[in-house]
């Protein structure tokens, strides 16, 4: 059964950056499509960044289009988040998810596509 841990969640300050990690363990992560998720208090979830299945395609959320990059390290089975030039808006619990069957692009980043989550780590942005 695959499980998801994540990391590298704390504090940032605007115009900083962080580095999440997504530890992928019972699974291949190259096999699985693997997103980023976030949740500010208040809010619906919503989707960052995904990886598809091979790793040569992601997808981002327009918010953070040049400023995010999602990568994964096959040797360490591990997804990465990098976030660049945070803003406040950042700010939320930010979630691994992972999905082991086909989907359509459309769908990527929609949370009732993934099946398996992550406990979330933290992320507080400030000036």
């Known amino acids: 059964q695959v499980q998801l841990v994540e990391s590298g969640g704390g504090s940032g300050q605007v115009g900083g950056s962080l580095r999440l990690s997504c530890v992928v363990s019972?699974?291949?992560?190259?096999?699985?499509?693997v997103a980023w998720f976030r949740q500010a208090p208040g809010k619906e979830r919503e989707g960052v960044a995904v990886?598809?299945?091979?790793?040569?395609?992601?997808s981002y959320v327009d918010s953070v289009k040049g400023r995010f990059t999602i990568s994964q390290d096959n040797a360490k089975n591990t997804v990465y988040l990098r976030m660049n030039s945070l803003k406040p808006e950042d700010t939320a619990m930010y979630y691994c998810a992972a999905a082991g069957s086909f989907m359509s692009w459309g769908r990527v980043l929609s949370s009732t596509a993934y099946n398996v989550w992550g406990q979330g780590t933290q992320v507080t942005v400030s000036s």
């Open positions: 019972g699974g291949i992560a190259n096999n699985y499509w």
């Open positions: 990886i598809n299945p091979g790793g040569q395609t992601t």
